[in-house]
C-alpha cells in the first residue's frame, strides 16, 4: 500500500530556510502527480505546492517565489524548499499523492484530488 513520511520540519526564525522530504513505498512518484499541503490551527487544509508526473509545478499565490517543489525519482522521494519563511508559514506540512494520472494545474492543490497523506511534519516559524 501507499506510504507517504515526511521529515525535516523544524522551527526557524523569519526570512530563514527548511528543505521537507516525504519519503514514498508503495508506488512510483513518478507515475502520479503529488503535492504539499499545510494546516494551521483552526484552520483548513490548503496546497502549497503540487507537481504533475512530467515534472510542471503549480504553486499557491502566497508562496510563489519562496518555495520549490521538486522530486528525485531515484529516491522515490518528493521535497519541497522553502526559503524566505514566515510566520504566517506556520502549519503542519502533508504530503499527498493522488489516484489520478493527471490533474489541472489548479487541482495540484486542490486537498479533494488527493487520497493518501503522510503524517505530517511541524513549521514554526518565530517572528
Known amino acids: 500500500q501507499v506510504q507517504l513520511v515526511e521529515s525535516g520540519g523544524g522551527s526557524v526564525q523569519a526570512g530563514g530556510s527548511l528543505r521537507l522530504s516525504c519519503l514514498a513505498s508503495?508506488?512510483?512518484?513518478?507515475?502520479?502527480?503529488m503535492g504539499w499541503f499545510r494546516q494551521a490551527p483552526g484552520k483548513e487544509r490548503e496546497g502549497v505546492a503540487g507537481?504533475?508526473?512530467?515534472?510542471?509545478?503549480y504553486y499557491a499565490e502566497s508562496v510563489k517565489g519562496r518555495f520549490t517543489i521538486s522530486a528525485d525519482n531515484a529516491e522515490n522521494s518528493l521535497y519541497l524548499q522553502m526559503n524566505s519563511l514566515k510566520p504566517e508559514d506556520t502549519a503542519m506540512y502533508y504530503c499527498?499523492?493522488?489516484?489520478?494520472?493527471?490533474?489541472?494545474?489548479?487541482?495540484?492543490?486542490?486537498?479533494?484530488?488527493?487520497?493518501?497523506w503522510g503524517q505530517g511534519t511541524q513549521v514554526t516559524v518565530s517572528s
Open positions: 499527498a499523492t493522488t489516484p489520478y494520472d493527471s490533474l489541472s494545474y489548479s487541482d495540484l492543490i486542490q486537498p479533494s484530488q488527493y487520497d493518501s
Open positions: 508503495g508506488y512510483t512518484i513518478s507515475r502520479r502527480p
Open positions: 507537481r504533475d508526473r512530467f515534472g510542471a509545478t
